[in-house]
């Protein structure tokens, strides 16, 4: 099956700087990459859509700002979170939509996550 | 986006079958049921999804009812490995999002 990737798998880091995650889609092109965010003992929520070359769609909440979606290839979204703060500890994962899958209407390929601590 | 509602929890016994229900009574003609899990810390995974008929792959066979307002996984045998969150979603062909509820939390038991 198709495989993506996130780099890095964990990250800690101190109140107030950023930090990017990166998402790689390794044997498909992904027309789509989603960013969701998971606390502890909850579901995810998802964050943010983000097509190739185009700015990305944030889900009312989130703030676009803080959280700098840059889709710039079919193989390559990032996340970056700016001024990060304790709050904003959490489980990041992302997904990709195959381009010009068929048959597999949403099927969504996750990544492992990623885990942000913010001291 | 039609809600669905699942078990917060479930247990089986491994090498039994581990059925899964979901109510999505409000599904319309256009949406989809899929099934995706999430193993504790890691991505979710897709395992299956249908429109109206009955479908069934490597990892496992979903049922749904003639009026659609309901759906069932079933793991034929289960493993301890399957011992998962089980994430039911309903959404549109055109739609791009999938959106999570809070999933069944199923135990597998040696």
């Known amino acids: 099956g198709a495989v993506v990737s996130q780099h890095p798998s964990w990250v800690i880091c101190k109140s107030g700087t950023s930090v990017k995650i990166e998402c790689r889609s390794l044997?498909?092109?992904?027309?789509?990459m989603f960013w969701y965010r998971q606390f502890p003992k909850q579901s995810l929520m998802l964050m943010a859509t983000s097509n190739e070359g185009s700015k990305a769609t944030y889900e009312q909440g989130v703030e676009k700002d803080k959280f700098l979606i840059n889709h710039a290839s079919l193989t390559l979204s990032t996340l970056t979170v700016t001024s990060a703060h304790p709050e904003d500890s959490s489980f990041y994962i992302c997904?990709?939509?195959?381009?010009?899958?068929?048959?597999?209407?949403?099927?969504?390929?996750f990544g492992p996550g990623t885990r942000l601590t913010v001291l | 986006d039609a809600k669905t509602t699942q078990p917060t929890s479930m247990d089986c016994a491994e090498g039994r079958a581990a059925n899964l229900p979901c109510n999505h009574s409000t599904i319309s003609g256009n949406e989809y049921v899929y099934w995706y899990r999430q193993i504790h810390s890691q991505g979710p995974q897709y395992i299956i999804h249908g429109l109206k008929n009955n479908e069934t792959n490597e990892m496992a066979s979903l049922i749904i009812t003639e009026d659609r307002k309901s759906s069932t996984l079933i793991l034929p045998h289960a493993t301890l490995r399957d011992t998962a969150v089980y994430y039911c979603?309903?959404?549109?062909?055109?739609?791009?999002?999938?959106?999570f509820g809070q999933g069944t939390r199923l135990t597998i038991n040696p």
């Open positions: 979603i309903v959404t549109p062909a055109y739609s791009q999002k999938l959106v």
């Open positions: 044997d498909f092109q992904a027309t789509t």
């Open positions: 997904s990709a939509r195959e381009f010009g899958g068929q048959g597999r209407y949403n099927e969504q390929f």
